[in-house]
């Protein structure tokens, strides 16, 4: 194999320097004593503590979770659906049209689609609160899902579908017994994907929950509006830290458990 | 996918999609032709069902559009929108062109890793990415500190609150949007081709630009796009990391909406948005985005 | 009675047609084959009696029974897919099950059945693999395991050889033939491959563009081609274009130009003089020198290609028009073919060429 240049090394250090050093940065200040953020005074867990004792965060936590969890299983079940129309339905009355709707909010900025969602929900006479806040979620993470599972399905080969149904099976069962597990690993990322955004997102919650559902990104927003703390720095931790084990976690699926894809060899 | 099954398939996915996609943007263009109200809800009915009246009288209000035209506050907003994504479009492509380029280099080895790597940032809150980027370049931040330290500026660089601090912002927000369609693409280019380019005499750097550019290039204009977009719509960055003066279309619309509670003129700017954006989209849709689907 | 009858199939994908009224007769118990180039129709004529596809017109007939408007999972067919499709999360042993677990068989039946199928295809140890443990041609014969475990009416295979290098194919070939007499199933095969075509099959159809342009058994389909296409699509034929100069004694003299001469060949049928015809030669039957021939041509050997079993010659009449010949080789010290650069005469008897007016 090639030999890595000096040039090419140099630069993906600086680029990867660039994006990880503020989150070190910020990482390594989440254990400091000080309420500086900018001088170090020594290690220290105390906003850890702070954070412990800090029940409306924890609330919020709580509510981001649930949130993210059954909103990243709706999407799932609709980016899948998406997904094989798209890949599977041939041709239709509408069909770029459908297309056109299933990649809308990826190139939508979440402001649009926190705003329309809104106003939809507002227009139906909904109550703010969860639900909305769970199916504003589904419906935009959603079509990250059918992308995600698409790429995946296309690579199938169709005829092993088509086995099935040959051999007896009907569409529904060759979907659970055939396709399905092939295409488990995307769906498992693609439902991890759903989960995260959900969990990230800032700026359609604010639109679309309510009172009493008030997510985590919300707080710390509404926090770092006031200031760069301390305590913003141990939560942003904690959830970089979940993100890096839920990468891993997918990557281990990825990797070693689904059996047949573990040694990369073609099937 | 035959018969009955393709059709309840189809009539289920588009269910969901009406419902989530389509319905939502419906209502906006009919609330950006409402009137402004005090009340539940803050804007006034497209209908009118008057005493008995049939049919109901329609009533179409142009006067947000007109505002948004009129107004220098909002044609502001849009083209600093547009200023501010197109430098970070650009910005952050000059930084994922090269690094990408540097990971398919990399030895075969490293590049499981170098991938992770750059996909993380992607799977990580963007508004604890904003946050951290902000300790970074405060005035007491490490930049400051290491730029005073080795004596090259005085003062600390006010770069928060500046536009500079906004498409900063920008570029370190979507830089792994611009790196992983950048490196699908370029990973996908057989070797072969750069080397068939050196064994008919042509120098590495001539070849990355005759060669590899040219046949990246749909993944590079998906980046772009990729940046561009949610750039131009982006109101953490302008919020955090703006000055009072700076003006973009994501933050005006939240303040049109949550301060103002003018519902029907934030319908009006995000419609105009919506177009704005779908265009482009429009036009390169079938080279991005449909690329590649099941044939029919 | 007919057991697989086709009439007047038609397909069309957007506009290109792919299968073109097509009306075939397939007898219980043969093997079938459906031969020609890439893009003739025939994996869609198989696809649309598997059920994959739905016809835009005519009948498919199953046993007496119409069997177009089932889906694919209720008719009593199985194929064997070119690129196997095993399903690759599942074992030898499962992939073979799945269909007995459609019809919802006892599990002692089911495991009597796929005992039974792998002996058969002799993979009796193997079925606790995963595909992807297998090797090329193991997989193929799981695949076939797979299409007869139902015990189907009918059995579609699509290029069942082609991913099989060439050593491989051949004995396949003749396993094929042993299973098939043992089961007594009926078998229809799509290749592309003539030599398979006509080792496997007791008759085939030889398709062009969607049309079927000649329906035989081997024999009569390379022996009597009825047109152009088929004439050079089965082996390869020396072709005489001209016109009928005229017809006596079951004889018909053909004015061919590339000859430079009139072409004498047998011809039961009656032609009026003018028509324009073909005579085709299989190179076989082309012989050098032309004593007691009806035909004879002076010409001069351009290329001689040393192929083991035979020697393929090529030659150039003095016309310009260019002939192949295979000249067996009898002696293993040679001496049969002749050199580059020798003159010779070349000679053919009118029975062993065919008429060929479309």
């Known amino acids: 194999m090639r030999r890595a240049g000096i040039l090419p090394t140099l630069l993906l250090l600086a680029g990867f320097a660039l994006l990880y050093l503020p989150i070190v940065a910020l990482v390594v200040y989440s254990f400091n004593d000080g309420r500086l953020v900018s001088v170090w005074s020594g290690w220290s867990l105390r906003w850890y503590r702070a954070l412990w004792d800090n029940r409306q965060m924890l609330d919020s936590a709580a509510v981001t979770l649930k949130a993210g969890f059954v909103s990243a299983t709706l999407a799932l079940v609709a980016g899948t659906l998406a997904a094989i129309v798209l890949a599977r339905a041939g041709r239709f009355a509408g069909r770029s049209g459908f297309a056109g709707l299933v990649y809308l909010p990826l190139v939508m900025p979440e402001i649009v689609l926190g705003l329309s969602l809104l106003l939809l929900f507002v227009e139906l006479d909904l109550d703010r609160g969860f639900a909305t806040l769970v199916l504003g979620h589904a419906g935009f993470s959603a079509a990250f899902v059918a992308v995600v599972v698409h790429s995946r399905l296309v690579a199938v080969d169709r005829s092993i579908e088509e086995a099935a149904m040959d051999l007896g099976a009907p569409p529904l069962k060759t979907f659970l017994w055939i396709t399905a597990p092939m295409i488990a690993p995307s769906m498992v990322a693609a439902w991890l994907l759903a989960f995260t955004l959900s969990l990230d997102d800032l700026v359609i919650a604010s639109f679309v929950t309510g009172p009493g559902a008030t997510t985590l990104p919300m707080r710390v927003y509404s926090q770092v509006r006031l200031g760069v703390t301390p305590e913003i720095n141990a939560i942003s931790t904690l959830f970089v830290a979940a993100v890096a084990l839920v990468i891993l976690t997918a990557s281990l699926v990825n990797k070693g ?11 | 996918m035959t018969g009955r099954a393709r059709t309840v398939t189809i009539l289920l996915a588009f269910a969901w999609l009406a419902a989530l996609v389509l319905a939502p943007f419906l209502v906006v263009a009919k609330i950006s032709l409402a009137e402004v109200v005090i009340g539940r809800p803050p804007f006034t009915a497209l209908l009118e069902w008057g005493e008995g009246a049939m049919p109901p009288a329609l009533r ?67 508004l604890i990415r904003v946050y951290a980027w902000i300790g970074i370049l405060g005035a007491d931040g490490p930049l400051n500190r290491i730029l005073q330290w080795l004596g090259i500026i005085d003062a600390p660089l006010a770069i928060l609150n500046t536009d500079i601090g906004i498409v900063s912002g920008l570029v370190y927000s979507y830089l792994p949007f611009a790196l992983l369609p950048v490196y699908a693409s370029l990973v996908r280019i057989d070797p072969a081709l750069g080397e068939a380019a050196a064994d008919l005499g042509c120098r590495p750097l001539k070849s990355f630009f005759r060669i590899t550019l040219p046949l990246a290039l749909p993944g590079i204009l998906a980046a772009g796009l990729l940046v561009f977009i949610p750039a131009v719509g982006e109101f953490v960055v302008p919020d955090l990391m703006g000055g009072s003066d700076t003006l973009m279309i994501g933050k005006t619309l939240w303040t049109e909406f949550f301060t103002n509670r003018d519902w029907p003129l934030a319908s009006a700017a995000t419609v105009l948005l919506v177009l704005l954006l779908v265009s482009p989209v429009v036009v390169l849709e079938r080279r991005l985005f449909l690329r590649g689907e099941g044939r029919a | 009675m007919t057991f697989l009858s086709l009439r007047n199939v038609a397909k069309s994908f957007g506009g290109v047609t792919a299968v073109d009224g097509v009306s075939l007769d397939i007898e219980r118990g043969e093997i079938f084959a459906l031969l020609g180039p890439s893009g003739c129709g025939k994996t869609t004529l198989l696809r649309l009696v598997a059920g994959f596809e739905q016809p835009d017109a005519g009948a498919i007939r199953l046993d007496g029974q119409d069997i177009a408007p089932l889906p694919p999972y209720r008719r009593p067919v199985n194929m064997m897919f070119q690129s196997y499709a095993l399903f690759p999360h599942m074992t030898v042993a499962g992939n073979i099950a799945f269909g007995l677990k459609q019809d919802r068989l006892p599990a002692g039946e089911i495991g009597a059945r796929v005992a039974e199928v792998l002996k058969l295809v002799r993979l009796e140890g193997l079925e606790a693999r995963k595909p992807h443990q297998l090797s090329g041609g193991q997989r193929q014969r799981v695949a076939l395991a797979r299409a007869l475990a139902k015990r189907p009416k009918l059995v579609l295979l699509d290029e069942p050889l082609a991913a099989l290098d060439r050593k491989l194919r051949e004995e396949t070939q003749f396993e094929l033939l042993a299973i098939h007499r043992r089961l007594s199933l009926t078998f229809v095969i799509v290749t592309h491959d003539q030599e398979e075509a006509m080792t496997l099959a007791q008759r085939m159809a030889v398709m062009d563009r969607g049309r079927v342009a000649q329906v035989g058994a081997p024999r009569d389909v390379y022996e009597h081609p009825a047109s152009r296409f088929v004439a050079g699509f089965i082996g390869t034929a020396n072709l005489f274009e001209g016109t009928v100069a005229g017809q006596d004694n079951g004889l018909v ?15 039961a049928g009656t032609l009026s003089a003018g028509t324009a015809a073909c005579v085709a030669v299989r190179p076989e039957k082309l012989r050098l020198g032309d004593a007691g021939c009806d035909n004879g041509f002076a010409a001069t050997v351009e290329e001689v290609a040393f192929r083991g079993e035979a020697t393929l010659c090529r030659a150039r009449l003095a016309t310009g028009h260019a002939l192949t010949l295979s000249l067996p080789n009898r002696a293993r010290a040679g001496g049969d073919a002749p050199r580059a650069g020798a003159a010779v005469r070349i000679g053919f008897a009118a029975d062993d060429a065919v008429l060929l007016t479309s």
């Open chain 1, 257 to 267: 458990l689904i059996p047949g894809r573990s040694n990369g060899d073609s099937a």
């Open chain 3, 253 to 267: 003299r053909v004015q061919s130009p590339a000859a430079g001469c009139a072409v004498a060949v047998r011809h």
């Open chain 2, 60 to 126: 179409v209000n142009w006067g947000n559009y007109a505002l948004l035209f009129g107004d220098a506050l909002y044609l502001e907003a849009y083209l600093g929108s547009l200023r501010l994504a197109a430098i970070a479009t650009a910005v952050a492509l000059a930084i994922a062109v090269p690094l990408a380029h540097a990971m398919t280099r990399a030895p075969a080895r490293w590049r499981p890793a170098l991938l992770v790597l750059a996909i993380l940032p992607f799977w990580t809150s963007s």
